[in-house]
């Protein structure tokens, strides 16, 4: 009996450590629906050029 006693005492002391150890991470603010017109401007911002790709069929 007294060896279930122990490891029942360390096995609690463990997960108080662990839950210690445990980081909490907040959760990223929410973004507001663009409408299409900011959406678009910003994606011609942050997109790169395309570049026209020339198919062997065509040479």
Request: aromatic content about 6%; cysteine-free.
């Amino acid at each position: 009996m007294t060896n279930f006693r122990k490891l029942g005492r360390h096995a609690g002391h463990r997960m108080t450590l662990v839950s210690q150890l445990v980081v909490f991470t907040p959760q990223p603010p929410q973004r507001v629906p663009l409408d299409p017109w900011d959406k678009s401007r910003l994606m011609k911002q942050v997109a790169p050029p395309k570049e026209e790709k020339i198919s062997d069929s065509e040479l």
